[in-house]
């Protein structure tokens, strides 16, 4: 007995200084990931991302307004290891200034693969004190096209015929005008022969004001200026006021949210959407079904009949990204989430993340990353499960928008093989980038004076953009787009352009750039 005994405690003793060996080699780490939901971090990239770091990750649901359960983790000091927040949110810089955030730039020596990828990044995300406190996600340039006249493939070819159709042209307005005209003619039963999406605040169409190379703000002799004042804003209501009122643009436009949008795609009688190339993919498939298979909608440039160019900024999309991602000082184990981090954001992280397993869903051909089997198929025809299922993007992290240097392919294994409709946009949508990066997050914040005059501003351009392209001559149109710059001055737009100017103008002496300026 007595041996026995001694057997055991020599055993429980081995077990003991075994746990905390154990433990270290499985460190659990909380995320916030304001973009999850409520999915499981058990499908195969997320086991085969815990096998390779060691890292098992905690996912904390974004439940109910993710925005709002920041704020709440905040102020109650309960915030994970990890969050993913809006990199244009005050939140952001609310988490800095209440120390919640972990200075990255102090442990850069542990972060070689961040330092590798991000690059010139890391200095245009730095806080005002010099420092960086978060990566972005979804950073770098990224020239995906994005909007244009998305217009049905078998009504085009009706009007200009297959080889115009099928041209890398662009049209001219006054073109693209008369092909409309005449479908109108054709079709009068029609009140929607051009949809668009209803307004977003502050902004018109992305079509209409890139075409017109109207930027989000408008920088003219030392000053930043809203881009009502750009000589190219009031050109491009003129386009779509003059739609309006010949008939072609749906009247309804103002209440067009997706649903509804996608509905009125779906019918025949539509000729065009104008935005995003990939907003039409549902009434796509839905009329291919039930018409013909060109029924389609495909992408299209149309450029001024002035334009000296078909450089036109149609896809503003920012190189810092859209998110945030942070370690914050509740991290308990700070080595294990750097070294976790810098693994997502290398380009072995990266590909395990966007590509998949590499010899189950990717492998080397002559030197070349190529998908296996049938995977591009399957997510193009059941994206939402095929996602969800393998895993590839499902966890979008450090997200870094550019191809493969050693071989060109694309950072996502699902961009490799283009189906039609990408085919089409990456034809015609040329010349559309620009990095709309040096814009952002300009606009005061909070409950100060200047963001309260700031909406102010804001408010009475949403109400006027609606009125004058709905308005039922071209002159009411002007006289409406007058009224609403007096309104705009009246609410205070001079004070909030020099209070965004001296912003701007010290983040472009910071990264060393030239202001961007009209095209026109």
């Given at each position: 007995m007595k041996k026995w005994l001694s057997m055991l405690l020599a055993a429980l003793m081995v077990l003991a200084m075994m746990l905390p060996a154990l433990a270290?080699?499985?460190?659990?780490?909380?995320?916030?990931?304001?973009?999850?939901?409520?999915?499981e971090f058990t499908d195969p990239v997320?086991?085969?991302?815990?096998?390779?770091?060691?890292?098992?990750?905690?996912?904390?649901?974004?439940?109910?307004?993710?925005?709002?359960?920041?704020?709440?983790?905040?102020?109650?000091?309960?915030?994970?290891?990890?969050?993913?927040?809006?990199?244009?949110?005050?939140?952001?810089?609310?988490?800095?200034?209440a120390g919640a955030l972990v200075n990255l730039s102090?442990?850069?020596?542990?972060?070689?693969?961040?330092?590798?990828?991000?690059?010139?990044?890391?200095?245009?995300?730095?806080?005002?004190?010099?420092?960086?406190?978060?990566?972005?996600?979804?950073?770098g340039y990224d020239p995906d096209p994005v909007n244009g006249f998305i217009c049905r493939y078998d009504y085009m070819i009706e009007a200009v015929g297959q080889e115009r159709a099928d041209s890398a042209e662009p049209f001219k307005w006054s073109e693209m005008v008369d092909i409309l005209r005449k479908f109108k003619e054709a079709h009068p039963e029609s009140s929607n022969v051009v949809v668009m999406s209803e307004p977003s605040s502050g902004s018109i169409n992305g079509t209409f004001a890139g075409m017109n190379s109207v930027y989000p703000y408008f920088a003219k002799d030392g000053k930043l200026l809203f881009s009502v004042r750009d000589p190219g804003f009031l050109d491009a209501i003129h386009e779509m006021n003059e739609l309006y009122r010949e008939g072609i643009l749906d009247p309804e436009w103002t209440s067009n949210a997706s649903e509804l949008r996608n509905q009125k795609l779906s019918?025949?009688?539509?000729?065009?959407?104008?935005?995003?190339?990939?907003?039409?993919?549902?009434?796509?498939?839905a009329l291919m079904a039930s018409e013909n298979a060109n029924a389609e909608y495909l992408a299209y440039k149309v450029i001024p009949d002035d334009?000296?160019?078909?450089?036109?900024?149609l896809a503003g999309r920012s190189s810092l990204g859209w998110d945030a991602i942070a370690i914050t000082?509740?991290?308990?184990?700070?080595?294990?989430?750097?070294?976790?981090?810098?693994?997502?954001?290398?380009?072995?992280?990266?590909?395990?993340?966007?590509?998949?397993?590499?010899?189950?869903?990717?492998?080397?051909?002559?030197?070349?990353?190529?998908?296996?089997?049938?995977?591009?198929?399957?997510?193009?025809?059941?994206?939402?499960?095929?996602?969800?299922?393998?895993?590839?993007?499902?966890?979008?992290?450090?997200v870094k928008n550019d191809v493969h240097p050693d071989d060109g392919t694309t950072c996502r294994i699902w961009f490799n093989e283009k189906d039609r409709s990408a085919t089409y946009a990456y034809q015609n949508l040329t010349n559309g980038y620009y990095d709309s990066a040096?814009?952002?997050a300009l606009e005061p914040a909070g409950s100060t004076i200047e963001a309260l005059m700031f909406q102010g501003v804001v408010d009475q351009f949403n109400q006027y953009y609606p009125r004058m392209v709905n308005a039922a001559t071209a002159e009411e149109c002007d006289a409406l787009y007058n009224e609403m710059v007096s309104a705009m001055e009246n609410a205070g737009m001079s004070t909030i352009e020099d209070y965004m100017s001296e912003i701007y103008y010290a983040r472009l002496a910071l990264w060393g750039l030239e202001p961007t300026t009209s095209g026109r």
């Open positions: 270290e080699e499985s460190v659990t780490i909380s995320f916030f990931d304001k973009n999850s939901g409520v999915r997320a086991k085969e991302l815990e096998k390779r770091t060691g890292v098992k990750i905690d996912l904390v649901s974004p439940t109910g307004n993710p925005a709002e359960k920041l704020s709440l983790m905040l102020s109650g000091n309960d915030y994970p290891d990890i969050v993913l927040m809006d990199r244009s949110s005050d939140i952001v810089n609310q988490y800095i200034e102090e442990h850069f020596d542990k972060l070689p693969h961040v330092v590798e990828m991000y690059g010139e990044t890391l200095q245009k995300t730095r806080y005002n004190d010099g420092n960086n406190y978060y990566l972005s996600n979804w950073y019918n025949n009688g539509c000729f065009a959407y104008v935005g995003a190339y990939w907003d039409t993919w549902t009434p796509s498939a334009a000296t160019t078909d450089a036109l900024p000082a509740n991290c308990k184990n700070l080595d294990a989430a750097l070294a976790f981090v810098d693994y997502c954001a290398s380009q072995e992280g990266q590909d395990l993340l966007l590509w998949g397993i590499e010899g189950q869903d990717w492998e080397f051909v002559d030197g070349v990353r190529t998908p296996i089997g049938d995977i591009v198929a399957r997510y193009q025809a059941d994206p939402s499960n095929t996602v969800n299922d393998t895993g590839i993007t499902k966890w979008t992290w450090f040096e814009f952002a």
